[in-house]
Each structure stands twice: as C-alpha cells, then as structure tokens.
C-alpha cells in the first residue's frame, strides 16, 4: 500500500509521526538500529535491557554514537558495523555477550540487515536478537533430568544385581 494505512473511510489516511516509536516500543525482541554514520536511530526496551545501554529517556541516547551507546557490547558494535558494508549476512546467528551491570553473560540468537532507500544504497543497520538465556537454562535443565533418570536406573539396576545373590 506505498507506506499508508487505511481508515474504514475512503480516501482517508492516517499517518502518525509516533507510529515507528510506539512499534519499537512495544516489539519483546531486541532491536538496535543505526543510521551510516553509526549513530543510533532505533533501540528497543528490551535492547536496552539485554544490553545493559545507559540509564536515562530514550531520546538522550538516539542521535548518539553507536560506540558509545552499546560501548558494553563490543560484539553487537562490530556486527552492526559489519553490516554498513551492504553485504549479506547470515540470517540467524548466535553471540555471547558481555556481562553487564553484575549479571552473568548472555546468549542472544539474532539477525543483522543492512537498512537500503530505494535506489539500494546503504542506509543504516539493524540488529534483531532474542535473548536465549532461557532456552538454554530449560535445555541445561532437562539434560539434568536425564541425568538424574539415568542415575536411578543404574541405582535400581545395582540394587537389583546385589540383592539377587543374598
């Protein structure tokens, strides 16, 4: 539809300047975006959670340096600066990141696009990440169980073997 939205009425669009912030607001994964010059555009509250980005509003930290806002995440810096270049990467990839503010670290799954206007030109770039922690504690967990499982039959099978010759 070229960008609009559409109304119930014919012939009516609405387009609020607001709209883009409140998407980023309201998304649950991480997202970072930075225009050419690395500055950043877009961070998401999640982004700014996961990464540990300075305490403050949000409007302090847009239009800043993108070093400076993710300066305890070197390794989201040199992705989203790798992907000014305009070259593909990879559409699913992993990171650890640093630890932060005492926490222990992270692992997010997470795409990077080079952001192109319509004459495909290299705009800016953009992050996307959820955080795996989670995911990766419920693995940890459930190799665990098995574990244990495994334990008690080995437990059950020796009691078995020592009891049968009394």
């Known amino acids: 539809m070229g960008g609009r939205c559409r109304t ?7 387009r609020d300047p607001n709209f883009a912030r409140w998407m980023i607001g309201s998304i649950r994964s ?6 050419a010059d690395a500055r950043v555009v877009g961070l998401s509250p999640e982004a700014r ?16 340096p993108c070093q400076e806002v993710l300066a305890a995440q070197p390794g989201v810096l040199a992705g989203l600066r790798g992907a000014l270049d305009g070259r593909d990467r990879p559409s699913r990839a ?7 503010g005492g926490r222990p670290a ?6 990077l696009l080079c952001v ?11 992050m996307v990440f959820r955080d795996l922690t989670p995911f990766e504690r419920m693995d940890e967990q459930d190799r665990l169980r098995d574990r ?3 334990l008690g039959q080995m437990a059950a ?7 049968n010759p009394l």
Do not use: K, M, N, W
Not at 157 to 163: D, K, M, N, P, V
């Open 8 to 14: 119930d009425t014919p012939g009516v669009t609405i």
């Open 30 to 35: 991480g997202l970072v975006a930075i225009y």
């Open 49 to 64: 959670r996961i990464l540990g980005c300075p305490e403050g509003p949000l409007e302090t930290l847009l239009g800043l």
């Open 94 to 100: 992993e990171l650890v990141l640093a630890p932060v």
């Open 106 to 111: 992270r692992t997010i799954g997470f795409t």
């Open 116 to 126: 192109r206007d319509p004459s495909g030109a290299a705009r800016g770039a953009a």
């Open 148 to 150: 244990l499982a495994a």
């Open 157 to 163: 099978g020796l009691a078995h073997a020592i009891r």
